[in-house]
């Protein structure tokens, strides 16, 4: 059993890409049960009024395509990860800034935060020093609230659709 591990792990290595650790490929299993396509639309989009949207910094919007050009960079896989869990939890944040606590959408997202908590267990072994200085530079620019920061309005259906597409781009190999 460990030399098919190892295995894999060596095939992984060839590859380029980082294998992610189980605790992370669990963890990423219940957040895409949770971001099911109906709950997705029930709690984001028909429990919210027409066309609202959330006030988030131009970083937090985290799409394939910015996955794609950040990969081309040769930034490593483990660091895209470590990215998309601080741009996917501060958004899932910013969707529950905004409701009251009786609102439809707020259990449903009180488990999405819990889900990324869990998940930030895993990722607090990485230091912003361990990663690549443009993923760095990202991850603290969201987590600054500043005035040089760009504000965008997005719907909080997309900040989920985003987040499952990424997540699937960057957990669907390794897990």
């Known amino acids: 059993m460990q030399q098919g591990y190892a295995a894999v792990l060596c095939v992984l290595a060839v590859l380029g890409l980082e294998a992610a650790a189980p605790g992370e490929c669990e963890l990423t ?27 988030v910094q131009y970083e937090e919007v985290l799409r394939p395509s910015n996955i794609t050009r950040l990969r081309n960079g040769t930034v490593s896989e483990a660091a895209l990860r470590y990215l998309w869990f601080h741009v996917s939890s501060q958004a899932v944040l910013r969707i529950r800034e905004v409701l009251p606590e009786k609102h439809p959408s707020w259990k449903y997202t009180q488990e999405l935060c819990q889900l990324f908590d869990a998940l930030g267990e895993e990722y607090s072994k990485y230091r912003q020093t361990d990663v690549e200085a443009v993923v760095a530079d990202l991850v603290k620019l969201i987590h600054s609230a500043g005035a040089e920061s760009r504000n965008k309005a997005v719907r909080p259906k997309a900040l989920l659709d985003n ?13």
């Not at 299993?29 to 709950?39: A, I």
């Not at 499952?164 to 669907?172: C, E, F, I, T």
């Open 163 to 175: 987040c499952l597409k990424v997540m699937r781009m960057l957990y669907g190999v390794p897990c």
């Open 29 to 55: 299993r219940l957040l895409q049960d949770k971001l099911q396509y109906e709950m997705r639309l029930q709690y984001m989009k028909h429990y919210f009024p027409i066309d609202y949207t959330v006030q």
